[in-house]
């Protein structure tokens, strides 16, 4: 029931930032308890966690990834973003929304967007 969206650019100029949305639908993000994720994934690598914004509005970034990464949201709208600032070629990947629940019977990654592909290049 739930569908989320990723949207924005797919190219991203090195030292510039990157900036995506996550559209939700059939459900809202201020729902107890979620937690609206961002992952990517780099070319020939492995599912990286990028950060999450909680139901209550908290977030937390991947410890790797904290200094550069900033998510927010919009609650009339629905909404999430994802700006990962002075990106490098190293941030191409393709980036996914996803809905995480902790707690009780819906615990692990219930709903996922389809992703979209950034390409940091000049």
């Known amino acids: 029931q739930v569908q989320l969206q990723e949207s924005g650019p797919g190219l991203v100029k090195p030292s510039q930032t990157l900036s995506l949305t996550c559209t939700v639908s059939?459900?809202?993000?201020?729902?107890?308890?979620?937690?609206w994720s961002w992952i990517r994934q780099p070319p020939g690598k492995g599912l990286e966690w990028i950060g999450y914004?909680?139901?209550?509005?908290?977030?937390y970034y991947s410890p790797s990834l904290k200094s550069r990464t900033s998510i927010s949201r919009d609650t009339s709208k629905n909404q999430f973003t994802l700006q990962l600032s002075s990106v490098t070629p190293e941030d191409t990947a393709v980036y996914y929304c996803?809905?995480?629940?902790?707690?009780?019977?819906?615990?692990?990654?219930?709903?996922w967007g389809q992703g979209t592909q950034v390409t940091v290049s000049s």
């Open positions: 059939g459900g809202s993000i201020t729902t107890n308890y979620y937690y």
């Open positions: 996803a809905s995480l629940g902790l707690y009780g019977n819906q615990q692990g990654f219930g709903s």
């Open positions: 914004i909680a139901y209550s509005g908290s977030t």
